[in-house]
């Protein structure tokens, strides 16, 4: 940082204590605009055009009320049709984390862009009291294009914040554009700029760094490279797309990094260390603002007058769009998903109401018709859709499909774009520890590769990529993709050694080294919530593996995948050389550009990435940021190795925090156990015992003796809240077999409400195992109150039935949301 930048900075250090009055700090939230803390005044380098802006009143000077309310709705491709957008006139759709064309989430590029067509054209074809209005397409590119089969997937957040590269960041952000583009997409939600402070997060991944000067940087670099440099003939011209900051403000700071959860920092603490991305993501021209899921001081971000519209609209002059969060503003106190005025009242300019636009739509218009909502609200909230839309020049240009670069397919993936994501891969891998310089590694030795990681696409590249979780996908779904086996197999067949791929480890002549690949699985939002910030607490399965290796003499090199920093002090002593590579997406080939001299003897790539997040010495080390007092990571922020630098790490310590109460990551019966205190017993005559599936007593079987209605029931010790998960759209998942089919009625239930499952069950095939999926929303529509679930699985049968069940889990599936009778 320059000297003057410092000097600027303390001054406005000084300016705010001196100008925030003490006692602002003991005041309650909420309190009125005058001693509300303000956030720096900022001028965005997009400036107010007259003749937008003239276009944009004469458009709104034209729009019915209707027209009005559609223009602030934002629907689900999964729940609004074309037809629906005819009618409705609602002003954009989104594509969520599992919605895709003809819900195929593999759908080809092509089918992307035929049906942002449809949609488009749907709203060219509607009746318009005066203009028509194009609608807008917004989708989660938040690591490249991800959701499209073929996209370029880059290294989520925490990888490109070790890489400490915002000309990289740049770069990102314009690939990611130009694929967007080919598939007709206007709108990405990213960059996430959340900070976040606590890594048992399950979006710790998505932010850049815990400490925000990793954001002030990162920020403008993304916004500039997804919608071209303000000023400049590039800006949301062909091949560019409107970016989005989110979540405003304070996601990553939940109190126990809880999802959606409430931060309780001050109010300078959430300008400072939580917003610090916002102005100069604002200077730099960003369109859209997301609002959070989470509450500040227990004031829902959906409902926060002060921050969306005092502190962004009015300090810091934003004058693009306020989107909401997937039915984030039904959190609000008096608000349901399909109303909510309150919102619309406090800032935000259009909902995003996935499945609830249409009863919205209704209650909307009400509130506008009775003056719930002032029209003056209503009419600015539309201004800065038109005024995007405006500047985007949407209502210029064509087709999606016969946009500038639309229907380019071969950009997607394509080598040069790939080449940017393998160099992202490359900066963000960080080396923590090197024992006896074993890297970087001669390509002619005999390499054994191994670890579960070793051959995975999907696990290298995280949540978000194809589906929301990035669960239900291989590495066929990634055809221009490659694995980090595959990418060292390359470059050690290239130079004329030996490679062998075996996940389990096993060999029959000792290899000279091997490389194990491990780490945390896809997961995305409360999905990845964790208790403490232990590795894989319930199983341990790569440690033994790297333990078998080191005890035969194996030297190892650890390439450890996760979405945050966790306690691997075990693995860490069991492994020579430990590299953290987060989640590095499409690219594996990366990782053995770094690992490896090339074929010549040369250190081709040296390690480059800092770590951006500190690494915990305990499993119970959290929060734990850059700037505590009392700081004592096992590496700090800042911290990774390069090649010749001292690299040994002493013997750490192995002693495990006490295991914790709550369910542990979402599965609530697995392998036999469930979370300490619960019970699954059976009643009424039915019986249950033990049985083997893939180890010993890891399963269930229930004897139904068909004597009347008989249940058997999962019982938890205090009551769960799925509220989240209802919204977010997750499944009951239960591994079944059925060995006598059953001769009555069966459902299956969380506490009253009941699915029935008679069909599903009369037609398995006996004695083999199977998945069933039941969403979450059917028991809250049987009359479940999913704010508190005592019994999370029941099953009731009338008829006999010999049922046997294995996992029993609460997670994203791909299945129909209406599908509630199997
Ligand atoms: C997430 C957002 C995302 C939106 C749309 C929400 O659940 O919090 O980050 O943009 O869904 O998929
Ligand atoms: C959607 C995501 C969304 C989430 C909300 C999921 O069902 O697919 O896009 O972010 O729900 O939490």
Redesign the pocket.
């Known amino acids: 940082m320059g000297s003057r930048s410092v000097a600027v900075r303390l001054l406005a250090a000084i300016a705010s204590l001196t100008l925030v009055p003490m006692t602002a700090l003991a005041l309650p939230k909420q309190v009125g605009s005058e001693q509300r803390v303000h956030w720096p005044s900022v001028t965005s380098k997009v400036p107010r055009d007259p003749a937008i802006e003239a276009r944009i009143e004469r458009i709104l000077s034209r729009m019915s009320l209707e027209e009005k309310v559609g223009q602030i709705i934002q629907a689900d491709i999964s729940s609004a049709t074309p037809d629906d957008i005819r009618k409705y006139k609602l002003g954009s759709i989104l594509g ?4 895709a064309p003809g819900g195929n989430e593999k759908a080809a590029p092509v089918e992307w862009l035929k049906l942002a067509d449809r949609y488009w054209q749907a709203s060219m074809d509607a009746d318009w009291s005066g203009e028509k209005i194009p609608i807008l397409w917004g989708i ?1 590119a938040v690591h490249g294009h991800a959701n499209v089969v073929g996209a370029t997937v880059f290294p989520h957040n925490i990888g490109l914040g070790a890489a400490r590269d915002p000309a990289l960041i740049r770069r990102i952000g314009e690939v990611t554009a130009e694929e967007m583009a080919v598939t007709g997409v206007d709108w990405d939600f990213s960059p996430t700029i959340a900070v976040p402070r606590d890594d048992r997060w399950g979006r710790t991944y998505e932010g850049y760094s815990e400490d925000p000067s990793v954001q002030r940087a990162y920020a403008p670099a993304m916004v500039e490279g997804l919608q071209g440099r303000a000023g400049t003939k590039a800006f949301l011209g062909p091949g560019k797309v409107i970016a989005t900051v989110k979540h405003f403000v304070g996601d990553g700071g939940t109190a126990g990094g809880r999802d959606q959860g409430d931060n309780p920092s001050t109010d300078e603490q959430i300008r400072d260390i939580h917003g610090a991305g916002y102005p100069p993501a604002i200077e730099a021209g960003v369109q859209s603002v997301m609002a959070s899921f989470s509450a500040i001081g227990g004031v829902r971000m959906h409902g926060n007058r002060a921050l969306l519209t005092d502190a962004l609209k009015g300090d810091m002059h934003f004058d693009g769009l306020v989107v909401g969060d ?1 039915n984030g503003h039904g959190l609000v106190p008096g608000c349901t998903d399909t109303s909510c005025a309150a919102s619309i009242n406090a800032g935000l300019d259009m909902f995003m109401a996935p499945d609830s636009w249409k009863g919205l739509y209704e209650s909307t218009l009400a509130q506008a018709r009775s003056g719930e909502i002032p029209m003056a609200r209503l009419d600015d909230a539309v201004r800065r859709v038109l005024r995007v839309k405006a500047r985007y020049g949407l209502f210029d240009k064509p087709a999606p499909s016969k946009r500038r670069t639309a229907g380019q397919f071969a950009l997607l993936g394509s080598p040069a774009h790939r080449a940017v994501a393998r160099q992202a891969v490359r900066e963000s891998l960080v080396l923590l520890k090197d024992r006896g310089a074993l890297l970087p590694l001669s390509p002619k030795l005999d390499v054994l590769v191994a670890g579960d990681g070793a051959d995975n696409i999907p696990k290298q590249s995280g949540g978000w990529t194809i589906t ?1 979780q990035g669960t239900e996908v291989s590495n066929a779904d990634f055809p221009h993709g490659q694995s980090i086996w595959a990418g060292i197999q390359q470059a050690v067949a290239k130079a004329g050694g030996r490679a062998t791929l075996s996940a389990a480890g096993d060999y029959s002549l000792k290899p000279d080294v091997a490389i194990v690949v491990f780490g945390e699985n896809p997961y995305a ?1 409360m999905v990845g919530d964790r208790p403490t910030l232990e590795y894989s607490a319930a199983d341990k399965k790569d440690l033994e593996l790297l333990r078998k290796l080191k005890a035969a003499g194996v030297p190892v090199v650890s390439v450890f995948l996760s979405g945050r920093p966790l306690w691997v002090n075990p693995e860490i002593n069991a492994s020579d050389a430990f590299v953290a590579a987060f989640l590095p997406g499409s690219e594996g080939g990366g990782v053995a550009d770094v690992l490896f001299r090339d074929a010549k003897g040369r250190v081709a790539n040296d390690f480059r990435g800092k770590l951006s997040f500190s690494w915990p010495k305990r499993a119970d080390q959290t929060p734990l940021n850059v700037g505590d007092a009392n700081y004592d990571p096992l590496f700090a922020f800042g911290y990774g190795l390069r090649y010749g630098e001292k690299g040994d790490v002493p013997q750490l310590s192995e002693e495990r925090p006490a295991p914790s109460s709550t369910g542990a990551d979402g599965l609530y019966f697995a392998r036999g156990r469930m979370p300490p205190g619960w019970t699954l017993t059976a009643g009424g005559g039915a019986t249950i015992r033990g049985i083997d599936r893939r180890a010993q007593e890891d399963s269930r079987l229930i004897t139904f003796t068909g004597a009347g209605e008989q249940s058997s029931a999962l019982a938890a010790t205090q009551p769960l809240d799925l509220s989240r998960e209802t ?3 997750l499944s009951l998942i239960v591994d079944y077999r059925v060995d006598l089919k059953p001769s009555g009625p069966v459902f299956i239930g969380m506490d009253e409400g009941r699915v029935p499952v008679t069909a599903a069950l009369k037609s398995a095939t006996p004695g083999q195992w199977q998945t069933l999926a039941i969403p979450l929303g059917c028991f809250m529509g049987a009359g479940a109150d999913m704010s508190k679930v005592m019994r999370p699985f029941v099953v009731a049968s009338t008829g006999a039935l010999r049922l046997a069940v294995s996992d029993v889990r609460v997670a ?1 599936a791909t299945v129909p949301q209406d599908r509630c009778s199997l």
């Open positions: 969520g984390g599992n919605s989660d997937w929301w939002e919204n977010a759209q994203s």
